[in-house]
């Protein structure tokens, strides 16, 4: 079973702060790291090449930090990294990233199954796996919470709004993951220190064919007028001593009219 | 040249809510505006449409149509697209929405925008927003590709008839291949007592609740405000001590109800996204430098073990006047 896992490295979101006057939020120097729902999608890739057999491997578009990023998905147990870091790929939204992620998934050749996160943690858009459904033309299930692969099919557990849909579907198949379906390994030591010993491949234009006008900011098809933190007006009355804060808090909601 | 709205949801209600918004957009841009009904037995749904201002209903039905697939509908969508010349098309962000609004716009080599929380035209363009930044932030885009594909949060406009009354149906031949999922089984999920989104007191828990078996103390505090009880990811997710239909924030419920007390709860913003819309918001928390107070009107800084049964005390007391 070939396996490959698309990832994304997101700034830290535990991190962010927000400047109180601008409203503009502070990204620079934040951490970066695998999200949430890569490395389930990754713990689900790592379970079934050990039960299955096969090969798993990670591939993401993003900034040069990824070299140092994508150590974590060789540390979960991907057995190598294709990571597609170049200058001209930089401001790709989500159809230039799909569009990456398809050739890269193109030259690595024969696979039986591509994992993602459903989402991204940062911007949770949820564009990237249907669009490389699309682009592979292959199927694609999303929402999944629960999977098993029997026989050449993915079983799913689709996490719908109003019920829970059982699905199956023929390899190949674009699957995107939430966080319910595993709890995502800590990698032991040992675990990382062979990490830094798995090839780890770059790749830019030339090795994907692509043209600059099909992917980076040029191709962008969204245009991102502003990005503020929301206006919020509150009061920010606290009270320290809990027995007066009590009374008072009460007496305040009677005033707002939300307390009859 | 191509112009014209079109709407699409798999649910009959959220279309024509979106219909509704979708009037206010067409005068604004000079478009028509349009829906498509897909599958068995939706064109019945086209009067409704009409109603609520589409002036045009592309009909489409096919066996492939027989069970959702985002791949298929998608396929469905582009053809009608195609027919009806539509250049914005407007979903709703459902959990099938997300799939198919971004497949749909890949085959259009369109740009998308999902979880749309607004949409409005500002000089000659159309404008959304959605939560960025894990919800720190809110992003003002617009797409600039000769298709638009927005997915709606869903339930964000409501339905109201209105516009000039009467369309025309227009049946649309589609050419689809059957999908390539099998659905096995369907089970539906068990109706939530607690509404959290619609609730108008929501007093949520987070994970400075000790135990479980404290719960009941939360509980009884809702009670003695005719309010329900919510919680943060942790809450539901890690530890399961309340439904997943109870979790406000992030990737969960967004409440807008007029009083919120979030209880033993940090503030992170992937809860706090989920609450913002509230109209008054309280926070108790035993540690004063805890981000929840920086979003709260009024805060308790101490034990909740404590304020808790204080303020049922007090509020059980009869209120003072």
């Known amino acids: ?260 | 040249m191509m112009s014209g709205i079109l709407v699409y949801s798999e649910l009959q209600s959220t279309a024509l809510g979106l219909l509704t918004k979708g009037r206010e957009l067409a005068a604004g841009l000079g478009k028509p505006l349009a829906v498509a009904l897909l599958g068995e037995g939706a064109a019945a749904q086209a009067d409704a449409c009409f109603a609520h201002g589409a002036s045009q209903a592309y009909v489409g039905n096919d066996p492939a149509l027989s069970v959702f697939q985002a791949g298929v509908y998608a396929a469905a969508l582009a053809q009608i697209v195609d027919r009806a010349q539509a250049d914005i098309i407007l979903t709703a962000s459902t959990r099938r929405g997300r799939e198919l609004a971004p497949r749909l716009a890949q085959k259009l080599a369109a740009g998308c925008v999902t979880d749309a929380t607004s949409l409005s035209v500002e000089e000659g363009r159309l404008v959304t927003e959605r939560r960025a930044l894990g919800g720190a932030t809110v992003s003002r885009e617009t797409i600039t590709s000769p298709h638009q594909v927005i997915a709606v949060m869903p339930r964000l406009f409501d339905a109201e008839p209105g516009g000039e009354s009467g369309g025309e149906v227009t049946q649309v031949d589609l050419a689809l291949d059957p999908p390539a999922t099998k659905l096995v089984e369907r089970r539906p999920k068990e109706v939530g007592a607690v509404d959290v989104e619609g609730a108008e007191i929501l007093v949520c828990i987070g994970r400075g609740l000790s135990e479980e078996s404290d719960l009941p103390m939360i509980q009884t505090l809702a009670d003695a405000l005719g309010g329900v009880v919510g919680c943060t990811r942790d809450i539901s997710h890690e530890y399961h001590w309340l439904s997943e239909e109870q979790m406000v924030g992030l990737s969960g419920k967004v409440a807008s109800p007029s009083l919120y007390i979030g209880i033993g709860i940090s503030g992170q913003i992937q809860h706090t996204v989920g609450i913002l819309d509230s109209k008054v918001i309280v926070a108790i928390n035993k540690d004063k430098n805890a981000p929840i107070f920086k979003v709260a009107d009024y805060g308790v800084v101490g034990d909740l073990y404590q304020v808790v049964p204080r303020l049922i005390e007090q509020l059980s007391e009869g209120l003072p006047s």
């Not at chain 1, 098993?148 to 579907?169: G, Q, T």
């Open chain 1, 1 to 260: 079973m070939n396996i490959i896992v698309c990832v994304k490295q997101v700034v830290d979101l535990e991190q962010i702060r927000i400047k109180p006057d601008s409203r503009q939020p502070v990204l620079d120097g934040l951490p970066v790291l695998l999200g949430d729902f890569d490395k389930c999608a990754l713990e689900e890739s790592v379970r079934i090449k050990e039960k299955l057999g096969g090969k798993v491997t990670a591939v993401a578009a993003g900034s040069a930090k990824l070299k140092d990023t994508i150590k974590e998905a060789l540390a979960i147990g991907a057995d190598e990294a294709v990571i597609l870091t170049d200058p001209a790929f930089q401001g790709s939204d989500t159809m230039g990233s799909a569009r990456l992620l398809a050739k890269a998934i193109g030259r690595l050749g024969e696979y039986d199954l591509i994992l993602l996160g459903d989402g991204s943690d940062d911007n949770y858009s949820g564009q990237v796996p249907p669009r490389l459904a699309e682009l592979l033309n292959l199927p694609q299930v999303g929402a999944v919470r629960e999977m098993e692969v029997v026989d050449n099919k993915v079983r799913a557990v689709r996490d719908l709004e109003d019920a829970l849909e059982v699905v199956e579907v023929d390899l190949p198949a674009v699957i995107s993951v939430t966080s319910e379906l595993n709890t995502p390994r800590l990698p032991p030591l040992s675990a990382i220190l062979k990490a830094g010993r798995k090839p780890v491949h770059t790749w830019g234009p030339d090795d994907l064919e692509v043209t600059a006008d099909s992917v980076g900011t040029a191709a962008s098809t969204v245009e991102v007028l502003s990005n503020l933190a929301p206006v919020q007006d509150r009061k920010e009355i606290v009270f320290e001593d809990a027995e007066e804060g009590v009374v008072e808090v009460i007496k305040a909601l009677q005033r707002e009219g939300v307390l009859e």
